[in-house]
């Protein structure tokens, strides 16, 4: 039988699947209406090489039917409205967390909370309601999803991932809920990515340079792959980005020895 509290869970995340965009904040107005932007701004950062390499294996897998359907929650807390002088509320913060160090694939990787859809899910919103829920012990019924993003193709993982965009006033605790799986929880300020002194270029060892793509450096995690990517391009195209140092290229392993040296800056 079914603990109550995840009945509960399941008839909210049924009855959150439709997108309600109307009911996102004012400081993120500029996002949720020019989503359909973040495709570009997530390819600007791939040097076209590259670039051509990701779209043929899209395509490949489009044609072969390859891959599995997933979704991740990209979401944002923080007050209804926007400073006086515009932009981003100094305690809004978005969901993150780190994925256990015992596991076979993306061990320690920070993400979005997220993962492969199940039989039940009725589209990509529900998948990342459910999934943020059993990962986190998120109060679903306290988010309102605003917008989908471009469903993306992640080769190394074979998934076909759909973006979340969601909001919540105050979405309540979140916790660890399994060990086993996730390692860290947390509700990261999002002027620690804003801020420049956080921002870096990384690519994995056994890659060449011209495979680094954004990363953020923060107390906690090191933020790179997929996850650095959709969070550099919504930074651009909600006009919140400010001028770094994108000739800051780490290897992988190098970035991930500076976690917690530095703190939020």
Request: glycine fraction near 8%; hydrophobic fraction near 45%; charge should be negative.
């Amino acid at each position: 039988m079914k603990d109550p509290r995840d009945l509960r869970e399941e008839a909210a995340v049924s009855a959150a699947v439709a997108l309600t965009p109307d009911l996102g904040p004012s400081w993120l107005r500029p996002l949720v209406d020019n989503v359909d932007q973040i495709p570009d701004a997530f390819r600007r950062r791939l040097p076209a090489d590259v670039l051509a390499l990701v779209t043929a294996a899209r395509a490949t897998a489009a044609v072969s039917g390859g891959g599995r359907e997933a979704a991740v929650l990209v979401l944002f807390s923080g007050p209804q409205d926007a400073p006086a002088d515009g932009g981003v509320p100094d305690d809004a913060d978005l969901l993150l967390t780190v994925r256990a160090s015992t596991l076979r694939h993306h061990a320690g990787q920070a993400a979005f909370p997220g993962g492969a859809s199940d039989p039940g899910d009725e589209g990509p919103v529900a998948t990342a309601m459910r999934e943020a829920y059993e990962e986190t012990g998120i109060d679903v019924a306290k988010l309102h999803p605003l917008a989908t993003m471009e469903r993306t193709f992640i080769a190394p993982s074979r998934f076909h991932v759909v973006p979340v965009l969601a909001y919540s006033p105050d979405p309540g605790p979140v916790n660890v809920v399994n060990q086993a799986e996730t390692a860290i929880v947390a509700r990261v300020p999002v002027r620690a990515f804003i801020n420049p002194a956080n921002r870096l270029m990384v690519y994995r060892g056994t890659l060449t340079r011209r495979w680094a793509g954004p990363a953020f450096l923060l107390n906690q995690m090191l933020v790179w792959g997929f996850t650095g990517q959709v969070i550099s391009a919504v930074l651009d195209v909600a006009g919140w980005a400010q001028p770094w140092d994108t000739s800051d290229v780490r290897e992988l392993d190098e970035a991930m020895t500076l976690v917690g040296e530095g703190g939020l800056r």
